[in-house]
């Protein structure tokens, strides 16, 4: 068991210094967001993530896992530190390393040992060499160090679940002592570990998230031609999924990806290909497609209401999938202030994800967690989110509440039978409009 202090307490950070807590170590999360370790300290969870709470109050209440602001002493009581910080997309498209350098510079100042300086940040290609630099730079090489790359494949919604069955570890080290801790500290979730140089793991995860986000932009061109052509995307799916090389995860057409993985990932992987002289063409055309997935969903609408100046639509499900109330560049950030700005009120529904929508769009439409006030009295209906109170949705309530029976489904929810038995004009993504 081992003494881990995790910079960095957000969706990685906490889930996985939870569970590391959880598998029988000492965990300390830190965090330079006070407001976030004090809500921490009184129970209070910043994220939405099935599981999380109950981990917490268990853990806390065993004396294996604490939060802190107190960064520098964490990282002297601790063998291994986990860097788990933001890498946020910079304007430019490329990955910001502002944060990983302050903790790098953190460590730097306050090593007092030998330690295992974990990086689970998604960074770019070189980033492990920079910190391992930088630590030795400021520390004036007084201790020993390794550091190693350690990707987290986790999914927000269901991201204890992944991270105490992960499907993989990649752990990439240079030392023989740190790669061996860190085999015995994933034992406990999962024996699949791909043992790697540095620069291969941290390749991994991009090239990880940049295949998913290919597959989902795939479909979505596959269904922009299914609507010319009066197929169906969803039977496409299912007909090419059923070939085990192809697999059925991933393949559903719909509004595009978001959230704070695939958009940044992508964009990050361009400038990486790139700064090595490489025009990744592919990689291109996979944001082109999902940012004109968006633009579809506008279009859409005005092909059911023409102008959409003084219309009434709600917007369902503001998050960027279910189980998360993240709202990194949800669809629904591109495609409100873009109704808004035609002329249209709008008025949302999300069970969750409320609070973090009102952060990013402010007031430029209303909000509720109740769905059918939502609904009640608005000229179309559009979908962004399949929350499971929306795939619920009782449709003949709906089509009584709204002025006219439209429906634009961002996420292919309902079956085009029953919508057009119901009477709803239903248009979903690559399949046929039905009225
Ligand atoms: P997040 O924004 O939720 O959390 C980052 C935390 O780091 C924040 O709480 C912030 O206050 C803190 N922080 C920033 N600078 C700090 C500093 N100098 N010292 C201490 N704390 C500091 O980010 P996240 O979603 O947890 O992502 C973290 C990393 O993991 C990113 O590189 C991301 O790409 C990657 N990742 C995220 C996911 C995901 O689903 N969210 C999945 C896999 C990988």
């Known amino acids: 068991m081992k003494n881990i202090a995790v910079i960095g307490t957000g969706y990685v950070g906490l889930v996985s210094g939870v569970c590391f807590s959880e598998a029988g170590n000492h965990v300390i999360c830190c965090d330079i967001d006070q407001g976030k370790i004090n809500d921490l300290k009184r129970g209070i969870i910043p994220i939405f993530e099935p599981g999380l709470n109950q981990l917490i109050d268990k853990n806390v209440a065993r004396n294996r896992l604490c939060f802190t602001s107190d960064i520098p002493k964490a990282i002297q009581r601790a063998e291994v530190i986990i860097i788990a910080v933001g890498t946020p997309m910079s ?18 100042k306050h090593l007092n040992g030998y330690k295992i300086i974990v990086n689970k940040s998604t960074v770019p290609v070189g980033t492990g060499k920079m910190v391992k630099n930088l630590i030795s730079e400021i520390s004036r090489d ?29 752990i990439g080290a240079t030392s023989a002592k740190a790669m061996e801790v860190m085999v015995q500290l994933h ?13 291969s793991a941290e390749m991994i995860k991009y090239a990880a998230n ?21 197929a169906d995307v969803t039977k496409v799916s299912e007909g090419i999924g059923l070939d085990s090389r192809i697999g059925q995860k991933f393949l559903q057409a719909g509004v595009g990806f978001g959230g704070s993985c695939f958009p940044k990932d992508t964009a990050a992987l361009l400038h990486i290909a790139e700064s090595f002289g490489y025009d990744f063409k592919l990689i291109k055309a996979v944001m082109e497609t999902n940012i004109g997935q968006r633009v579809q969903i506008i279009k859409k609408v005005e092909s059911i209401l023409g102008s959409l100046e003084g ?5 369902l499900g503001l998050a960027f999938k279910p189980n998360t109330n993240d709202m990194r560049y949800a669809p629904a950030l591109d495609i409100i202030p873009q109704l808004n700005h035609l002329g249209a009120n709008v008025k949302t529904f999300d069970p969750i994800a409320i609070p ?12 509720s967690d109740d769905l059918y006030e939502t ?14 109170e929306i795939k619920s949705l009782d449709l003949e309530k709906t089509k009584r509440l709204m002025n006219h029976p439209f429906v634009i489904d961002g996420r292919n929810l309902f079956d085009l039978t029953m919508m057009q038995n119901l009477g709803f004009t239903y248009v979903s993504v690559g399949r046929p409009v039905v009225h």
Not at 91 to 108: N, P, S, Y
Not at 147 to 169: C, H, I, W, Y
Not at 311 to 315: L, R, V
Not at 375 to 388: E, F, M, N, P, S
Request: charged residues 25%; proline residues 2%.
């Open 311 to 315: 219309k009434s639509i709600s917007i």
């Open 142 to 170: 007084q201790y020993a160090f390794d550091v190693v790359s350690n990707p987290e494949f986790l999914r927000e919604g269901v991201a204890v679940k992944d991270t105490m069955q992960m499907e993989r570890a990649v």
């Open 187 to 199: 034992k406990p979730f999962t024996t699949k570990v791909v043992k790697t140089t540095i620069e």
């Open 375 to 388: 609904i009640r009295g608005t000229d179309a209906c559009v979908i962004l989110t399949g929350w499971k």
């Open 91 to 108: 304007r430019t498209g490329e990955a910001d390393l502002t944060h990983v350098k302050q903790v790098a510079k953190t460590i730097g």
């Open 210 to 230: 940049a295949f998913l986000a290919t597959k989902i932009s795939f479909m979505n061109d596959i269904a922009n031609i299914c609507e010319r052509a009066g």
């Open 356 to 367: 973090e929508a009102k952060k990013q769009l402010g007031y430029i439409c209303s909000y």
